[in-house]
């Protein structure tokens, strides 16, 4: 009986760091706050995470499209959040190795009214 405990005890553990790991932010640059400017592609309202799909113009002048990790389904942001063809101002914490992806923060819409998993900074 006390082995099976031991092996139960062992395997919450490891079931349990797993479980952290996909949660992790680690990715992200929370000490950075970018503000991107572009219009929305699509809206993935989707368990675990939402998803925001932005097309934004690089330095190059060619679109550029940023996935931003949102909250789950539930949370501050409904399905009706976003359309496509949105303009929109998101701010966000952008991923440390320079992808274009990153965590949601507030998106500001051109009538003022703002949606967002966290306060403005």
């Known amino acids: 009986m006390i082995n099976l405990r031991w092996i139960l ?63 789950p389904p539930g949370g501050l942001l409904r399905k009706d959040s976003f359309k496509a063809g949105d303009k929109v101002s998101v701010q966000i914490h952008p991923m440390k190795d320079g992808r274009p992806a990153g965590t949601l923060g507030v998106a500001t819409f051109p009538d003022g009214h703002k949606v967002g998993v966290r306060p403005p900074t």
């Open 9 to 71: 005890c062992t395997a919450s553990l490891a079931l349990a760091g797993a479980a952290s790991a996909h949660h992790s932010g680690a990715m992200f640059d929370v000490n950075k706050d970018v503000t991107l400017e572009g219009t929305v592609k699509g809206w993935d309202f989707t368990a675990p995470h939402s998803w925001l799909h932005v097309i934004t113009t690089g330095p190059d002048g060619k679109p550029v499209e940023w996935s931003l990790e949102g909250g």
